[in-house]
């Protein structure tokens, strides 16, 4: 077996100035620059073509797919292994210590982490697994398999890339794959997710409008009330000292409530700021609608309306509330990401929220859940290059809330690319990747790759 951590070395420095590169693209979804050959807008396209100009440079053959997906490939025969990382990021939200996209590093040495949107989620994974390729085509490494490295441009808004990529472009499956989006050592068993919006009219005086929320699945982490003025409400805010402020306009007031943002699929991690302001403005103005409210979407899993069905692989169903809206027309939406484990009932679950809110729901999306035998050649291999890189040899396989690109590509798993001691801080402010963490990764996927190409069809 080759070295592999020795052979890694190499390319530590060119990963991490190719890292700082790709974060400073603002790869954000942006539907004002939509155009032929950027389907998910400007910045999304810049990361891809920054990817498909490395693997150029690299010598691996490139297909850009339409701007869906960038693809990277080498070998002619023999097994294919699949890697599935992407290349856009949520929105930026939170107090950072550093600009968001600057991609500053931090300390020195094994302290030395890099902060920036993106960098563990997922293109420090990302960078990781095209230099492990790159080590293995250098060292004439890639015999008798195939291997395949895909970047989407829309994982974080439900995976459409993938999905284009399989079926609209006709892509082979591989025969085994993995995503570098997850955690180590490596995902068996995913939640099934179910996204949608609840909706109704309702008047809310003397709530005007309501805006919080960027994005689905991360916590609300900042919601901005606008009510009628109200000198009695802003000096009850203002002894309260509720993390916000209160802005007096004139004839109105914009209230903002601010929480703690997390990863959807982990809500209990972060504060939900709706959940803030419709129990202050729910008891000041004796609302039992805002109160009932705020009970449900404080509850990261449901119990207080009973919906929290416990599976033995997959544990508790989840509820993150993330985008809040309320107009002018009386119309109060709320955007919805339940997970669920392989014994709950779906949609048992969300008839019991639909009442506990009295809210209707429209479903938007639904993602299967997964469940891999540990004892699968696929999940076997893994484990093996990880623990033959890390050393860390009692460390079992886990069963997570998130979604991920397995879920998409057929023959797959998450693996890696967080340890435990260092989970980056996803979808939250000040995202960061140790750089020591991101050359171990180097060296894991190496090894993985290689090992994946030894077993047969």
């Known amino acids: 077996m080759p070295n592999f951590k020795k052979l890694a070395k190499t390319y530590e420095r060119n990963a991490v100035i190719a890292l700082q ?65 992407h290349s856009d990021v949520v929105p930026v939200s939170g107090q950072w210590r550093s600009g968001p996209f600057d991609a500053k590093i931090e300390g020195e040495g094994k302290d030395a982490k890099m902060i920036g949107r993106g960098t563990s989620d997922d293109k420090g994974p990302l960078i990781a697994a095209l230099y492990a390729m790159k080590l293995l085509k250098d060292n004439n490494l890639i015999n008798g398999f195939r291997v395949r490295l895909v970047t989407g441009g829309d994982e974080e808004r439900g995976s459409g890339c993938l999905e284009h990529y399989f079926h609209a472009l006709k892509k082979p499956a591989s025969d085994y794959g993995f995503t570098p989006d997850a955690d180590f050592p490596l995902i068996y068993a995913e939640k099934g997710i179910v996204r949608g919006t609840l909706s109704r009219k309702i008047n809310l005086d003397p709530i005007i409008a309501i805006d919080g929320g960027v994005v689905s699945n991360a916590v609300c982490d900042r919601i901005v009330i606008t009510i009628k003025k109200d000198k009695k409400f802003e000096e009850h805010f203002k002894s309260a000292k509720i993390d916000g402020s209160v802005s007096d306009l004139g004839e109105i007031m914009f209230v ?51 919906g929290n069905q416990v599976s033995p692989e997959l544990g508790d169903c989840t509820y993150n509330y993330g985008i809040f809206s309320y107009d002018s027309k009386e119309n109060l939406s709320i955007s919805l990401d339940f997970r669920f484990g392989e014994s709950a009932k779906p949609e048992e679950c969300i008839k019991l929220l639909e009442k506990a809110v009295q809210m209707g729901i429209e479903i938007n999306s639904k993602s299967k859940l997964l469940l891999f035998d540990k004892k699968s050649p696929l999940v076997a291999t893994l484990m093996k290059s990880y623990k033959r890189m890390t050393h860390r040899f009692f460390d079992k396989p886990i069963a997570i809330g998130g979604g991920t690109y397995a879920k998409e590509a057929e023959n797959c798993v998450a693996y890696g690319s967080a340890f435990r001691e260092h989970p980056g801080d996803i979808h939250s402010p000040n995202e960061y990747i140790y750089l020591d963490d991101l050359y171990k990764q180097i060296a894991i996927y190496a090894d993985a790759i290689y090992s994946l190409g030894q077993l047969k069809k």
Request: one cysteine or more.
């Open 21 to 85: 590169e790709l974060v400073h693209r603002k790869s954000v979804y942006d539907a004002t620059t939509i155009s032929d050959g950027a389907p998910f807008g400007a910045g999304v396209k810049s990361a891809l073509d920054y990817v498909a100009q490395l693997g150029r440079e690299y010598g691996f053959e490139v297909d850009t797919c339409k701007g869906y997906c960038t693809e990277l490939s080498f070998g002619s025969e023999g097994p294919l292994i699949g890697i599935y990382a």
């Open 256 to 306: 903002t409530y601010k929480g703690k943002s997390a990863h959807g699929s982990m809500p209990h991690m972060g504060v939900n700021a709706a959940a803030i302001a419709f129990a202050d403005l729910g008891e000041f103005y004796e609302n039992p609608f805002l109160l009932q409210l705020a009970k449900v979407i404080g509850d990261a899993n449901g119990v207080s309306f009973g």
